[in-house]
Nanobody
Framework: QVQFVESGGGWVQPGGSLSVSCAASGSIFRPNTMGWYRQAPGNQRELVAMVTSGDTTNYADSMKGRFTISRNNDKNTVYLQMNSLKPEDTAVYYC?????????WGQGTQVTVSS
């Protein structure tokens, strides 16, 4: 099994910055992909960004240029730096790990962007 410790998030005004991180532990092997999805009330869960253990990244179009994902393989930790935040970025952000044919999810952390 895999466990996650998510940290960061919170409240920020529009145009501000926040970061979230997620440390995974347990039965982890490589190659794998870690990343973040988000879900706003009434919406489906959507991809934010992901990064492979080989450091290949993929971003949703609306996050390109504003969000940066990175990871530390030794710590099995993924980071998401979010800049120029907009009210529409408000959502619960979920950490994600895919290895083999299995997907694992964190418990989620709230990000709220409002004035």
């Amino acid at each position: 099994q895999v466990q996650f410790v998510e940290s960061g998030g919170g409240w920020v005004q529009p145009g501000g910055s926040l970061s979230v991180s997620c440390a995974a532990s347990g039965s982890i092997f490589r190659p794998n992909t870690m990343g973040w999805y988000r879900q706003a009330p009434g919406n489906q869960r959507e991809l934010v960004a992901m990064v492979t253990s080989g450091d290949t990244t993929n971003y949703a179009d609306s996050m390109k240029g504003r969000f940066t994902i990175s990871r530390n393989n030794d710590k099995n930790t993924v980071y998401l730096q979010m800049n120029s935040l907009k009210p529409e970025d408000t959502a619960v952000y979920y950490c994600y790990l895919r290895q083999g044919r299995s997907d694992y999810w964190g418990q989620g952390t709230q990000v709220t962007v409002s004035s």
